[in-house]
């Protein structure tokens, strides 16, 4: 350490212990002073992060309701997370370091706070430039004004191009159209008008010229784009065929990829004349994990595996005392490791019409304040959650004698899984909208809504499908209901409720073909 930044952080503690006004301190920018509050915890000064951006023009970016806060600073971008002693600099070229402080930093009133003797120097790193705080109460920016900081920030973002190239994969069922970016692009909204759907992609830019295409034997029959303000928007002109759009992150990527869906296989059910083949006559149960896959532990030592199979079995039994004409089908009625993709086969072979995949969920930290019911459909993963929880189930593969069979289940496979999925779509999702109303009415703990992720489980099976993570064993409240077999009868009937008001959606849908 230089003489200059020990005599700089000695005077910080200083000035935080004789210091008769340690509620804030100034940000002398140039020849303007702007002073922002200060918290002060046990002898240690934090700073509110944004407020010191807001002084430097320097922009930002909130993720996951202020959790985490991503700066754009002139050399590099700095990500700040709440109750995390880690910073993230990742440079101009892409390459990232990781900064362990040794005090966490805090969120105060939906302030992020970082403390600012140790976060001097990255701050530093990250501005290109000297903070000095020789001067007691004042963190000077030297060399440095709000103009210059805007100047170089736009400079940065001149890089950045944006959408920057297109290309097209032609499929039975639809077109894949994958946007390479620049930078990630996390908001986008969509319309669809006489025969065009237009797909705006807030703050970015486009190459016009990279991204035009004209012509195609799919549902894709021209594309063109333009940069309007801040924005940027895709136009795509589609055949009558078309059906219905999806715009998807990709993850470990900046790049976008976009479904464009036809209708070879949307209407396969309803156009389907032989209305005995969809007649609604046969439910798969599965009861998740089984035999040497346990699944998770609860905090009171019950077994995933066997509450799955609780549930699962008084499920079925409920469905053949009351719903006579159907018959119940499982994947396994007792102790046994059943492969996953075999699941999906035995769904098929028995000509199933809808099938329920049912776990139980769980958290890193035992116990856990999370609790509740959640439903989920087979699309990529669209949040760290939803992936975490795809992957824990996913896992099980490592039980198979062929864990290799699913080697090529990428995000952007799953994208081409849930387009050949699409016929059965909206009843998958009706179905799940009918569990969710089921769990939110029926339980203390609630329902945590109808999500998506890319379960391997469901991949297999050609029928409307849906997997429930029916309570947290790592709540012990949860976990005692699950355990228990009143908590197993209510989750059944539940879903017994859901199936019979599904099961007269279905019927409908069919009559009136």
């Given at each position: ?172 069922n ?9 930078k ?11 025969g ?28 063109k ?23 998807l ?37 599965d ?70 995949s ?5 958290t890193p ?29 996913n ?119």
């Amino acid at each position: 350490m230089s003489l200059k930044k020990f005599l700089s952080l000695f005077l910080l503690f200083a000035a935080v212990c004789f210091s008769q006004d340690d509620s804030q301190i100034g940000v002398e920018l140039g020849k303007e002073t702007t002073y922002i509050p200060v918290y002060n915890r046990q002898g240690t000064i934090y700073i509110p992060v944004k407020l010191f951006a807001d002084v430097l023009g320097v922009k930002y970016t909130q993720l996951k309701e202020n959790e985490k806060i991503k700066f754009f600073f002139p050399q590099y971008n700095l990500t700040v997370t709440s109750k995390n002693p880690y910073l993230v600099l990742e440079s101009n070229e892409k390459q990232s370091e990781v900064v362990q402080l040794p005090t966490s930093t805090y969120i105060i009133e939906d302030q992020l706070y970082i403390p600012l003797a140790y976060s001097l120097h990255f701050l530093e790193k990250a501005l290109g430039t000297t903070l000095d705080y020789t001067n007691a109460g004042i963190l000077s920016v030297e060399g440095l004004t709000s103009k210059n900081v805007s100047e170089s920030n736009n400079n940065k973002s001149k890089k950045k191009t944006g959408i920057s190239g297109l290309t097209l994969d032609q499929k039975a069922n639809g077109t894949l159209i994958r946007l390479k970016s620049e930078k990630r692009i996390p908001s986008y909204s969509s319309s669809y008008k006489e025969g065009t759907l237009t797909i705006t992609f807030k703050n970015t830019s486009v190459d016009v010229d990279k991204l035009k295409r004209v012509g195609g034997k799919g549902v894709v029959k021209e594309i063109k784009a333009r940069n309007t303000g801040k924005n940027a928007e895709l136009l795509v002109s589609v055949t009558k065929d078309y059906t219905a759009s999806e715009v998807l992150n990709i993850d470990n990527s900046n790049d976008l990829m976009i479904t464009i869906h036809n209708k070879i296989f949307s209407n396969t059910i309803d156009n389907n004349k032989n209305k005995v083949k969809w007649d609604f006559d046969v439910i798969v149960i599965d009861a998740g994990h089984g035999g040497k896959d346990v699944g998770a532990i609860g905090v009171n030592g019950v077994r995933e595996k066997d509450v799955n199979l609780g549930v699962a079995l008084k499920l079925g039994r409920l469905i053949e005392n009351n719903m006579k004409n159907v018959k119940v089908v499982y994947t396994r009625s007792n102790d046994t490791f059943i492969e996953l993709y075999k699941r999906g086969k035995i769904a098929n072979e028995n000509g199933g019409k809808l099938f329920i995949s049912i776990h139980c969920n769980s958290t890193p930290q035992r116990p856990t304040d999370a609790t509740g019911f959640e439903v989920y459909l087979l699309r990529p993963g669209r949040t760290q959650e939803a992936i975490q929880i795809a992957t824990r189930e996913n896992s099980v593969i490592q039980y198979e004698d062929n864990p290799k069979r699913y080697a090529k289940l990428t995000d952007e496979n799953f994208i081409l899984v849930s387009m050949a999925h699409s016929s059965y779509m909206k009843y998958s999702e009706k179905f799940s909208d009918l569990l969710n109303s089921q769990f939110s009415n029926n339980f203390n703990s609630g329902s945590r809504g109808i999500k998506q992720a890319g379960f391997y489980v469901l991949v297999g099976a050609s029928m409307p499908s849906v997997l429930i993570e029916s309570g947290f064993l790592t709540n012990p409240k949860d976990a005692a209901f699950l355990k228990s077999d009143n908590g197993q009868s209510k989750i059944a009937e539940s879903i017994l409720n859901a199936i019979k008001n599904y099961r007269e959606y279905y019927q409908q849908v069919m009559l009136s073909e």
